[in-house]
C-alpha cells in the first residue's frame, strides 16, 4: 500500500490492482467529459476484456480512485494495429519504440483531484510490473489531454512530418518513474546493505551467521569470480556473485543441456598450449567461499584426442552463485543481467541452479528452465540464459523467402511434414485443404527465423464454448467469431524460450485475433497432426480449460428445438488450453515441488485434476506411480467386467491435461525411503519426492485356498482361522484373473476370446460384490453359455448386499435363473487342483455350510477380499508410517510423516478421533482428492488467504463431505443400472433408521426393464435414486438430480401422490428437465437463494420498523414484497435461460417471439 495525495492536500493510502470486470461500474462512472474528447466513447468492459495489461486504483476501502488500460496498439482507428511500428517511426521520433517495449494508453479516468497523482502511481506500478517495457504512448486521433493531468506524466513525442497526422502523441519514459538500477561492482563498504537484504529476504545461515562471508567473497573477485550491487538512490538493494567455476560434468549428467551444446565450446588447438592454458588457470584460482547454491561447482575440463591435436572442450558457461534484492525491486532484478555477461565476454551461458522447493523469484522469469535427466533424483533446478536470448525478438509475416530457413528449423521433428504441408498451403491459398483460413508468423532474430507459428481459424468455437468452461477467462459475447483461432504448429529455438509469451502477444496483434486455442489429444487419438516442438513452452503462457459436463439431448422428441448440429455432433475428445490479449500479461508461478501421486485412483486422478487446472499455476514436476499407467490410455467402451463410479470416463480423462502435466511412471510401489525422500518403483526405478500423496485405494487379492481335506467333509463351520486375509504366495495360474483395472479387464477379455469361450470348460466368477454380477453379465454377452458358468458367493455379513434395493436384487437373480447361470452360496475356496500344481486351473473346491463343493475349472475370475496391496503395505510399515488395517491418517490427510499424505479408501482416522465408523471409504473418492488438494495448494499459491486457524474443539472433529456415493454398471439381463446415493456410515449397531418424513418414489417394475426408485428426504431433496433399465441411461442427467429440492423437479412429489406421474424416465425426458441438468444451473440455484433471503431480510426488517412504531403489519405491503420477489425470481431465471440460449434453445425468451 502506498499514499497519494490530492491537489487539495487530502492524503489517501491506495493499491494499484489488476482490474477485474467487477470494477466496469465503478470506471464507468469517473469517465468525464475531458476523457470522452481524448479517448472516444468506450465500453468498459469491452476494454477490460480485450486490454493487454488493466489496472485499478482503489483506497482501503476498495472504492475506484482511478483506472488505466493498455494495449499493444494505438488508439481508434488512425492506423492498423499491425502497422503502428511504420507509422510511428514515420511520423514521430520514436526509433526505439517497439511491439516488445512499447504499450498504449487507451483509457485513463480519476477523480479529479487524484488525477496527477493517480497516473503518477499508476505509471510507477505499470513499469515496475512489466520488465521489458520502456515506453508507454498515448496516440489519439481526439482532443489534447491537459484536463485529465496527462501533461505532468506524459510529453509530446516529437514529430518528424508536418504537418503530418491530425492526433495527440504523448510519451511517457520509465527512467521518470521507475529506472533501471545501477550496477557496478561490490565494495567491501556495501557489506551492511547486503547483510541487511540477505537477513531480510533468505535463511543462507552461511551468509547471517557468518559476517565476514560476504566480504571475504567481495575481496576475493578476480577473472572468473565476481560480485556486484546494484543501487537505488545511492544504496545498495540487490547483490550478485557470479563465477565461472563449474562441474559442466556432473550438470551434463544430471539435465538435458543437448541443446546447448553441453555447456561447451569446442575448438582444436595443440596439446601444449592446452597444457600451458591448464596450468596458467591453476595458479590463477584463488580461494573462495562455497554455498549451497555452489554443490554443483568445481572447474573441470575435458580432451578427446584427435589426429593432428586435441579438441579443447572449452566451458562455455558461468554460474550465479549468490543473489538477493529488496522486495521493493525484485521486478528490477533482470537488470543483473547485461553486467554478468559483460564479466564473462567468453561464455555464452548464464545457470542458476534453486532448490525444488523455492518458490519462483523475478529473476528466473528471464530464464529457461532445464529438465533433469529421467532418473534424475537431484533436488535442485537448473535454469539457463544464452547470451543470444538478450536479443531483441522480432515477429512478422511470414514470406516465400523464409521457406528454406523453416525448412531447416523443422528438420528431424516429429509430424514437421504436417508443418510443411500446411505452410506450402498458406503460400498458395492461404488456406488449408478444408478452405479455413491460415496465417503464418515468424520470429527473427538478427535477420535470422528462429520460430514459425502457424494458426488457422477456429471453426468449431460453437462446439468449445459448449464443450468447455472458456468462459471463465473471457466474456464471449464480447469477441467476434472470426477472433478466435487456433494454434496448428509452433516451433521455437531454445535459446529464445523465454520470448514465448511476446510471440503469442504479437501473433494476436498482428492477425487480428483476440484468443488463440490449443487442442491436446491422446496419444491413441490419430487427430493429433500439429508439430510442437514443446508442449511445455505452451503449457507455461495459456491456461488449462475445463471440459463442461454435458446434458444429454432427447434429439428425436426435440426436433428443432434441439441445440445447432455443431453442438451435439459427436468430435474426437481433446484438452483444451487457452491465451487471450488481457492474458498475455498475467503472470504465472511456476511451481517445481516434486509431488509424486502413488495410485491412479479418483482420488488420485481428481487430486491431480485440481493442480493441472490451476489458472495461474504450472506445476512443472507431477508424477503418477501406477501398476498399469495412464488409465486415459485405454478405452473402456464394451470393456465389461468391473463396475464403475463414474467419475472418469475414457472420454473425461482424455479431456483433461494429466497427459501433457503429469509425468506416468509404470510400476507398483515396493518401498519409501522417508529419510531420502525416494519411491521404490518395481523395476528398480527410483522416484524423489518432496510430496508425497499415498492412495492407492483397495484391489481384490489373489485368494489363499484354506486347503482343509475335503475327504473329511468339511464345513465352514468346522474351519478354525478364518482365511480371508491369508496371503496366497504360490505360482498364480495362468487361467487366474483378478481383476482391478481396465488393464486387467482388457487382458482377461482377450484371454477368453482367444482360448476359452469357443470351449466347453467352466468359468468360475467368485465374490460377493457387485462386480461379480457386472461380470457374469459381460461372459454372457461373449457368448458364453449360462450353464458353463458358475458364480459362487463367499459368505457375506447378516443385512449386507451389493445392492441396496431389494428389487434390483430379485431381478438379477430371476435373470440368472433364466440364463442358467449356477449360484453357489457361502462358499470359501479350500483347494486348487486339489492341492496339486495350480497351473494351469482345471479344478477348484470348496467348503460349504454342507457338503464341500467340487467344480472343473475352464477360467478361475476372483473378486474376493479387496484389500491394501501387499507391497503397499509393506511399503508403509517398512517405512514406519502408522498402519492400523489401513493408513492412518489425521483429518488434514497427514500421516506421522508430515512430508507424506493419504487418501482415500487405503486409509482410516486416526483413533483419537473415535470415529471408526467414518472413513474415506465412505465418501466420494473424487469429492475427496479435490479436498486434498485444497490443503495443499496455499503451500505453493500465495493468491489464496491462509486459513483461519480453527478453534482447539475442532481438531479432534473429521470432514465431512456431500457429494453422492455412484455405482454403475450392466447386470445380468442387459439391465443397465445405477444407484446414487448420500454418503452413510458403517453400520456398527443395527439397521439404519429410517426417518418416518422419508418419502419414496417409485415407477415402473424391474421385468418391465423400467424400474426408477427415487427417494427425498425429510427436506425433500434428492437423496437416494436407483435406476434399473434394459435402455441406456442418460447418466451424466440423472447425477444432477442428486440435491435438488423435488419441487425444483416439477413439483415431482405432489405430482406423483395425484397419479400424474407413471413413468419417471419419461418424466425426466421432458425438455423442461433440461435446464435442471445444465452444469450452470447450481449457479442459477445458489441466485435465487440469494434473491430470496434478501428479501426476507427485508420484510423482517420493515416488519420490525412498524412493530417499533405501533403499526399493524400491513397485508397489502406483504403483497407489494411477495409480488417484488417473484419479480425477481423471473427476472433471473430469463437472464439464465438466455444466456445459455446456445444449450437451451428449446425455452422461448424475451423478443423472440
Keep these: 500500500m502506498r499514499t497519494i495525495t490530492s491537489t487539495s492536500g487530502q492524503v489517501e ?49 476498495d472504492d475506484i480512485l482511478a483506472h488505466a488500460s493498455f494495449f499493444d496498439h494505438p488508439v481508434g482507428d488512425l492506423v492498423d494495429q499491425a502497422h503502428w511500428e511504420p507509422f510511428m517511426q514515420k511520423h514521430f521520433r520514436a526509433e526505439k519504440c517497439t511491439p516488445f517495449n512499447t504499450l498504449f494508453t487507451h483509457l485513463f479516468v480519476a477523480e479529479p483531484s487524484f488525477a496527477t497523482a493517480s497516473l503518477k502511481e499508476i505509471m510507477r506500478a505499470v513499469f515496475n510490473a512489466v520488465a521489458e517495457l520502456e515506453y508507454v504512448c498515448l496516440i489519439s486521433p481526439n482532443a489534447d489531454g491537459s484536463e485529465l493531468g496527462l501533461d505532468e506524466v506524459f510529453e509530446p513525442l516529437q514529430r518528424l512530418t508536418e504537418p503530418g497526422p491530425q492526433c495527440l502523441a504523448l510519451i511517457c519514459h520509465r527512467q521518470d518513474h521507475c529506472p533501471r538500477l545501477h550496477v557496478r561492482p561490490a565494495r567491501v563498504e556495501d557489506h551492511d546493505d547486503i547483510v541487511r537484504i540477505f537477513a531480510e529476504r533468505t535463511k543462507l545461515l552461511s ?90 561447482q568445481s572447474s573441470q575440463q575435458e580432451t578427446q584426442s584427435t589426429g593432428a591435436g586435441e579438441l579443447l572442450e572449452k566451458p562455455n558457461v558461468f554460474c550465479i552463485q549468490f543473489f538477493v534484492i529488496d522486495m521493493s525491486h525484485e521486478m528490477r532484478s533482470v537488470d543483473f543481467i547485461p553486467y554478468v555477461f559483460e564479466r564473462f565476454p567468453d561464455r555464452d551461458f548464464c545457470i542458476i541452479t534453486v532448490s525444488t522447493l523455492s518458490p519462483e523469484f523475478p529473476l528466473l522469469q528471464s530464464f529457461l528452465r532445464v529438465p533433469p535427466c529421467p532418473g534424475s533424483t537431484l533436488t535442485r533446478e537448473l535454469y539457463i540464459l544464452p547470451r543470444v536470448g538478450l536479443r531483441s525478438v522480432k515477429v512478422r509475416p511470414a514470406l516465400a523467402t523464409d521457406w528454406p530457413a523453416v525448412s531447416d528449423l523443422v528438420k528431424g521433428l516429429r509430424l514437421n511434414k504436417s508443418l510443411l504441408q500446411d505452410m506450402a498451403l498458406f503460400y498458395e491459398t492461404r488456406n488449408d485443404r478444408d478452405g479455413v483460413a491460415l496465417q503464418a508468423f515468424v520470429a527473427q ?23 468447455y468452461n472458456i468462459e471463465n477467462f473471457i466474456y464471449f459475447s464480447h469477441h467476434r467469431y472470426e477472433e478466435h483461432a487456433q494454434i496448428r504448429h509452433f516451433v521455437l529455438k531454445p535459446s529464445f524460450q523465454h520470448f514465448t509469451k511476446h510471440l503469442f502477444k504479437e501473433v494476436l496483434r498482428l492477425a487480428h485475433k483476440s484468443c488463440l486455442y490449443h487442442r491436446i489429444y491422446p496419444p491413441n487419438q490419430s487427430q493429433e497432426n500439429s508439430c510442437v516442438l514443446q508442449l511445455d513452452l505452451i503449457l507455461n503462457c495459456t491456461v488449462p480449460v475445463r471440459p463442461r459436463r454435458q446434458i444429454i439431448y432427447p434429439l428425436e422428441e426435440l426436433g428443432i428445438n434441439a441445440p445447432s448440429r455443431r453442438i451435439t455432433e459427436d468430435q474426437a475428445p481433446f484438452a483444451l488450453s487457452l491465451i487471450s490479449r488481457k492474458l498475455t500479461m498475467e503472470p504465472k508461478v511456476t511451481v517445481n515441488a516434486r509431488i509424486v501421486v502413488v495410485g491412479a485412483s479418483d482420488t488420485g486422478l481428481s487430486f491431480l485434476e485440481v493442480l493441472c487446472f490451476c489458472p495461474h499455476l504450472r506445476f512443472n514436476k507431477l508424477t503418477l506411480i501406477s501398476t498399469h499407467g495412464y488409465p486415459g490410455d485405454y478405452n473402456d467402451e464394451d470393456v465389461g467386467f468391473l463396475s464403475t463410479s463414474h467419475a472418469y470416463s475414457s472420454r473425461d480423462l482424455a479431456q483433461l491435461p494429466l497427459h501433457s502435466c503429469v509425468t506416468v511412471v509404470t510400476g507398483k510401489m515396493v518401498g519409501i525411503n522417508r529419510e531420502s525422500k525416494l519411491v521404490q518403483v518395481s523395476g528398480g526405478r527410483k522416484v524423489p519426492y518432496d510430496h508425497l500423496i499415498l492412495c492407492t485405494g483397495l484391489q481384490y487379492q489373489v485368494p489363499c485356498p484354506t486347503g482343509v481335506d475335503l475327504s473329511q467333509s468339511i464345513t465352514n463351520s ?38 476359452f469361450v469357443e470351449l466347453e470348460d467352466n468359468a468360475v466368477v467368485y465374490g460377493n460384490s457387485i462386480d461379480v454380477y457386472t461380470t457374469v453379465e459381460t461372459l454372457l454377452s461373449l457368448g458364453i453359455e449360462g450353464s458353463r458358468i458358475h458364480l459362487v458367493l463367499p459368505p457375506c455379513e447378516p443385512r449386507s448386499s451389493c445392492f441396496s434395493d431389494p428389487e434390483v436384487e430379485k431381478a438379477v437373480t430371476t435373470s440368472m435363473e433364466k440364463a442358467k447361470v449356477q449360484v453357489h452360496h457361502n462358499c470359501l475356496l479350500a483347494q486348487m487342483n486339489n492341492g496339486e500344481h495350480p497351473d494351469p486351473l482345471s479344478s477348484v473346491s470348496f467348503t460349504t455350510d454342507t457338503e464341500p463343493l467340487h467344480l472343473q475349472c475352464g477360467v478361475f475370475i476372483n473378486f474376493f477380499n479387496k484389500g491394501v496391496d501387499y507391497d503397499a503395505f509393506k511399503s508403509i510399515i517398512n517405512s514406519f508410517l502408522v498402519f492400523d488395517s489401513r493408513l492412518v491418517i489425521k483429518a488434514a490427510f497427514h500421516t506421522s510423516d508430515p512430508a507424506i499424505c493419504g487418501a482415500g479408501p487405503l486409509t482410516k482416522f486416526s483413533r ?27 503451500l505453493f499459491d500465495l493468491t489464496l488467504e491462509p486459513a483461519d486457524e480453527s478453534p482447539p474443539e475442532m481438531d479432534h472433529l473429521i470432514p465431512l463431505y456431500k457429494q453422492a456415493k455412484i455405482q454403475g454398471g450392466k447386470l445380468p439381463g442387459g439391465y443397465n443400472y445405477l444407484h446414487v446415493t448420500k454418503p452413510f456410515t458403517t453400520d456398527l449397531t443395527g439397521p439404519p433408521v429410517k426417518h418416518l418424513q422419508d418419502s ?12 426408477f426408485s427415487l427417494h427425498l428426504d425429510c427436506n425433500e431433496l434428492v437423496d437416494t435414486l436407483t435406476c434399473l433399465s434394459l435402455k441406456p441411461l442418460p447418466v451424466s442427467n440423472y447425477l444432477s438430480l442428486y440435491g435438488k429440492h423435488q419441487q425444483l423437479l416439477g413439483q ?31 449457479d442459477f440455484e445458489q441466485e435465487l437463494q440469494q434473491i430470496t433471503s434478501t428479501h426476507l431480510k427485508d420484510n423482517e426488517s420493515r416488519q420490525q420498523v412498524m412493530s417499533e412504531d ?3 403489519p400491513n397485508v397489502l405491503h406483504q403483497d407489494e414484497l411477495q409480488e417484488e420477489s417473484r419479480a425477481a425470481v423471473r427476472s433471473s431465471a430469463v437472464r439464465y435461460l438466455t444466456y445459455n440460449r446456445n444449450l437451451l434453445p428449446m425455452f422461448a425468451y424475451p423478443g423472440q417471439l
Excluded at 466496469?24 to 495489461?53: Q, Y
Excluded at 400424474?1060 to 441438468?1077: E, G, H, K, M, N
Design 207 to 296: 551468509v547471517i551467521d557468518q559476517p565476514y562471508v560476504l566480504a571475504e567473497l567481495i575481496e576475493a573477485q578476480n577473472e572468473e569470480n565476481h560480485t556486484a550491487v546494484c543501487e537505488s538512490d545511492g544504496v545498495a538493494v540487490g547483490f550478485i556473485s557470479v563465477t565461472a567455476d563449474v562441474d559442466v560434468k556432473q550438470l551434463c549428467d544430471s539435465f538435458e543441456l543437448s541443446e546447448f551444446d553441453g555447456l561447451y565450446k569446442p575448438q582444436e588447438t595443440r596439446c601444449d598450449e592446452s597444457a600451458a592454458r591448464s596450468d596458467t588457470r591453476e595458479d590463477e584460482e584463488a580461494p573462495r567461499q562455497t554455498s549451497d547454491s555452489q554443490q554443483l
Design 13 to 61: 493510502t491506495v493499491a494499484v490492482r489488476r482490474s477485474e470486470s467487477a470494477d466496469a461500474e465503478g470506471i464507468d462512472s469517473l469517465i468525464s467529459p475531458s476523457a470522452l474528447e481524448v479517448f472516444g466513447k468506450v465500453n468498459v468492459i469491452h476494454l477490460l476484456e480485450k486490454a493487454n495489461l488493466a489496472v485499478t486504483l482503489a483506497n482501503e476501502k
Design 912 to 938: 483419537c478421533y473415535y470415529t471408526d465408523e467414518w472413513s474415506h471409504a465412505h465418501f466420494n473418492s473424487k469429492e475427496v482428492g479435490q479436498d486434498l488438494a485444497a490443503m495443499l495448494l496455499p
Design 1052 to 1082: 415431482l412429489l405432489s405430482r406423483y401422490h395425484q397419479g400424474l406421474i407413471q413413468d419417471l424416465y419419461s418424466f425426466l425426458r421432458q425438455s423442461w428437465c433440461l435446464a435442471v441438468y445444465h452444469d450452470r444451473f447450481s
Design 1000 to 1011: 419414496g418414489i417409485v415407477t415402473g417394475r424391474v421385468e418391465t426393464g423400467n424400474y
Design 1110 to 1112: 405501533g403499526e399493524e
Design 445 to 467: 532474430v538478427d535477420s535470422q527465423v528462429v520460430g514459425i507459428l502457424i494458426i488457422r481459424d477456429e471453426q468449431d468455437i460453437e462446439y468449445i464454448r459448449a464443450h
Design 718 to 755: 468346522q474351519l478354525q482361522t478364518p482365511s480371508a486375509h491369508r496371503r496366497y504366495t504360490g505360482p498364480i495360474p495362468s487361467n487366474l484373473f483378478t481383476l482391478n483395472d481396465l488393464s486387467d479387464c482388457m487382458a482377461a477379455r482377450r484371454w477368453l476370446c482367444a482360448n
